[in-house]
Structure formats: structure tokens, C-alpha cells
């Protein structure tokens, strides 16, 4: 047989003890397993093998699925997982296993390239390790390190940033999160209509799906996946040439804008109108007096929103959210105070809030801090909080860099600005909200990376 013939041969070969493996452990599986959990495990491994083959199909998965996290996989005794984090951890399986393969058969190896930001990323890992010495519980803080921490930019920078190879599969994932936008403006425009609860102000809300509350209840929860989602309708609408489809996107895109504005989010609203400010500022500032009239018309239109935003903050409901907050951000301050420099512990912020006797008797159960800098202040200190803002900052920066590097007439231009506005909008609303661990955060920035990535890549192909 000829070199290829042996290569065909090992390759069956290979292909035949991994189903002959499989097989085994399936067999011993099911006399020793509860059967539930035998098929659970057939699923994944087929399902690590369909993304083999076609790891793209994982990532647009968990494009639909990212703002869901209160859609999970319940096993029992407590355990719980999101599914857009399993099919994450299914993917990067899949994409690692294929890595190893290439390695020993291609010689293709990675490099710190395919690690963006990991020398800004360490440090805050470092920091989250050290304040450890604060803490009872080693074991739990070591957990908290390696799941969320080292999860999310494991399974949403480096995953997408390695997968998404083509300038056509990241517009199909901007479409798919623009799909999953209306979805969620959907729902806040039913709660509308049909309100979960009677009172006087109705504001859009998240509604449960066939009794599940997939998105949560809050109605922060409905602006922060809008404010990430907004700027890639722009994206499409750029790259779209026809009439009709263009329409129905701006349809789309105001009917987004209005959800997030009936939320009555006061970070929905503050996110908005900075992107909107920076679009405006960097794009249209040469068309200002043509768009004047434009300009003027939006501003009498959203009049009942303002009028409207200004009663319900002057409900007892805000007033008590206040509360809550300045009642967090002492609990915080008080905590850095006692460790300013590496912190009380990662993940026990809310130990620490359960702790306070007097949160427990105003506000009942305690809840995570409402703002990623009192979160660190408290878990992490000055070392943690400064390790983190710069990996943000590199975040930032490099999508900026991007922009200014690309030609003037590249394509790229006005989808890595788009990506600016996703990437501002998604970091300044943790400034006072809860996701900063989770893909909700980080998808939209690990999605702008890995498209600044491609951009560049691109330009310098065509300048060769």
C-alpha cells in the first residue's frame, strides 16, 4: 500500500477502537449509571462530535442562546448549568480535541496569538488567587476562580476568536443576535400588552416561556441584552443593499430602541444615549444640519417616555432600589476597607451581605452586588479592581486601534465601530448591574475581538 492507502487505513483504523471505546463505556455505563445519565453522556459525545465537523454550528448555538442563563440543565443535589455554558464547554471540547489532532498530524500548534489579551487576563486571575488568604473556604473560592472566572474567557474570547474563521459566519452571527434581540423585545412588548403584575406604571418586562422564566425576571435584564444588540442593527443594515430587507431592519432596530426605553432602565437609557452620542459624533457630525430636522422630530417623539420615566423614578419601587443599592455600596466600601488590597475573598460578596444584619431586615435574602466595582472592591481589592479594568481597557483599546488602522473605504470600518458602540455599551452597563461574570458581558466583547481580528487579517491579506 502506498503512503495515502496507510494514512486511509490508520485513519479507520483510529475511527473503529474510538466506537469500540465508546461502546465499552457505554456498557458499563448502563449497568452501574442511573440510564438518564447513560444518555446524557451519548448526547454530549455525539454532539462533541457533530462540532468536530462543524464547530461553527456551535458557536451560532450559543449565539441564540447566550442571554439565557436562567435556561438550565438542573442535575440535581443543587447542580445546575446554563445551556448556552454547556454547549460553550461542548464546543471548546470539540475545538480543543480537533487542536491536539492538527498538532500531531499537521505540526499546526497555537500560540499566545491565539490568546488575545491573556497577559492582561492573568493578572486579575492572580489577584483572584491571592485573595484567597482572606477566605474560610478555599475549596469554594478555587472554584469561584477556575467557573466563572476562568470560564468566561475560556469558553466566549478565545472560543469565538478561534472558530469564526470568514467574514460571512460572523454576519451570520450578528443576524442571529439581532434574531435573539427581537426575541427579547418581544417579550418585553407582550408584558406590555398582557402585564405579569397589576399597578399603575407598566414598564417591559421579561415574561416566563412555557412556565420558565429563561431571561429572568428583572427588567434590567430585557436593556442589557438591547444595548449589546442595538449596535450590530446597524451592522446589517450597512451591509444590506436591498430595499425591503433594509426597511424591516430599521423596523426591527426602532422597535428594539423602544422596548429598551419602556423598560424604564435607568443604565437601558444611559447606555443608549451613549451610543447613540458616539455614532452620532463620529459618523454624522458632517451631516448635522441635514439631520436636524430628523434630530428634532425624535426628541418630540420620545417626550412621553421622559415624562414617563420621571414619574415612575419617583415611585416608592425606585426609591426602595436606591436603598438597596447605597446599602450595597457601604457593605462594599466597609469590606475594602478592611482589605483594600487584595480583597475579602473572591465570591463571597454575598456572604458578606448576608451577613449584615440590618440589609437582611430591610430587604430580606441577600443578592449580588449591582455594579462591577463594588463587586471587586469588596472580593478583590485595589489589586483585583485595577487587573481588572485593565483587561476591559485592553479590550477597549484594541477595537479602537482597530478602527483607526482600517482604511477609510474597508468594509470593515463601520462594523468594527458598531462593535465600539456594543462593546461601551455592554461594560458601562455593568457598571451597575450583575452579569459581569457571564456570557451576557462577554460573548458581545469576545464577539468584537475576534471580528477585529478578522478585519485586520483581511486588510493585510489584501494589501499582499
Known amino acids: 500500500m502506498g503512503t495515502r492507502d ?59 442562546l447566550y442571554p439565557f442563563i436562567y435556561l438550565q440543565l438542573w442535575l440535581g443535589q443543587d447542580i445546575n448549568v446554563p445551556y448556552v455554558d454547556l454547549i460553550a464547554m461542548l464546543v471548546f471540547t470539540a475545538w480543543f480535541l480537533k487542536t491536539i489532532y492538527n498538532w500531531i498530524k499537521h505540526k499546526q500548534q497555537l500560540s499566545l496569538k491565539n490568546f488575545p489579551g491573556l497577559f492582561y487576563f492573568i493578572p486579575f486571575v492572580v489577584a483572584a488567587s491571592l485573595s484567597l488568604i482572606n477566605i474560610e473556604n478555599v475549596n469554594l473560592g478555587i472554584k469561584y476562580i477556575l467557573r466563572p472566572l476562568v470560564f468566561f474567557y475560556l469558553m466566549f474570547v478565545i472560543l469565538p476568536y478561534n472558530t469564526i474563521k470568514t467574514k460571512k459566519q460572523l454576519i451570520t452571527v450578528f443576524k442571529i443576535m439581532f434574531g435573539v434581540g427581537i426575541v427579547v423585545a418581544l417579550m418585553g412588548c407582550w408584558s406590555l400588552i398582557r402585564p405579569i403584575t397589576p399597578g399603575l406604571f407598566r414598564r417591559a418586562v421579561p415574561i416566563p416561556i412555557l412556565g420558565y422564566n429563561i431571561l429572568g425576571t428583572n427588567h434590567n435584564l430585557i436593556a442589557e441584552v438591547l444595548i449589546a444588540v442595538i449596535p450590530l442593527a446597524f451592522i446589517l443594515i450597512w451591509q444590506t443593499y436591498k430595499i425591503i430587507p ?70 416608592s419601587f425606585v426609591s426602595s432600589s436606591n436603598l438597596n443599592r447605597l446599602r450595597q455600596t457601604q457593605i462594599a466600601l466597609e469590606s475594602f476597607k478592611l482589605h483594600p488590597i487584595l480583597g475579602a475573598g473572591v465570591g463571597t460578596f454575598m456572604e458578606q451581605v448576608a451577613q449584615d444584619k440590618w440589609y ?105
Not at 13 to 28: A, D, N, R, S
Not at 49 to 57: P, Q, Y
Not at 434 to 461: D, F
Request: charge should be positive.
Open 246 to 315: 433594509q426597511k424591516w431592519l430599521i423596523v426591527g432596530l426602532v422597535f428594539m430602541m423602544m422596548i429598551n426605553l419602556m423598560t424604564l432602565s435607568r443604565t437601558g437609557w444611559i447606555c443608549l444615549i451613549l451610543e447613540i452620542l458616539i455614532l452620532g459624533l463620529v459618523v454624522y457630525r458632517r451631516q448635522l444640519n441635514k439631520l436636524t430636522p430628523y434630530i428634532l422630530l425624535i426628541l418630540i417623539l420620545i417626550i412621553p417616555f421622559v415624562y414617563y420615566m420621571y414619574d415612575f423614578l419617583d415611585s
Open 6 to 64: 496507510n494514512k486511509i487505513y490508520l485513519g479507520a483504523t483510529w475511527q473503529k477502537l474510538g466506537l469500540i471505546l465508546i461502546v465499552i463505556v457505554l456498557g458499563y455505563m448502563s449497568v452501574f449509571v442511573p440510564i438518564e445519565y447513560v444518555a446524557g453522556f451519548l448526547i454530549c459525545a455525539l454532539l462533541i462530535g457533530l462540532f468536530i465537523k462543524k464547530t461553527i454550528w456551535g458557536i451560532y448555538l450559543i449565539a441564540v
Open 360 to 464: 437582611i431586615l430591610d430587604f430580606g435574602s441577600p443578592i449580588e452586588a449591582h455594579g462591577v466595582i463594588q463587586k471587586l472592591l469588596a472580593e478583590v481589592g485595589f489589586v483585583g479592581l485595577i487587573s481588572f479594568l485593565i483587561l476591559l481597557g485592553f479590550v477597549i483599546v484594541q477595537v479602537i486601534k482597530t478602527y483607526i488602522k482600517l482604511d477609510y473605504n474597508s468594509e470593515w470600518k463601520m462594523i468594527i465601530l458598531a462593535l465600539i458602540l456594543s462593546v461601551i455599551g455592554s461594560i458601562v452597563f455593568q457598571l451597575f448591574n450583575t452579569s459581569y461574570y457571564v456570557s451576557k458581558m462577554w460573548w458581545p466583547l469576545g464577539i468584537a475581538l475576534t471580528a477585529s481580528h478578522l478585519a485586520l487579517k483581511n486588510q493585510n491579506e489584501q494589501e499582499n
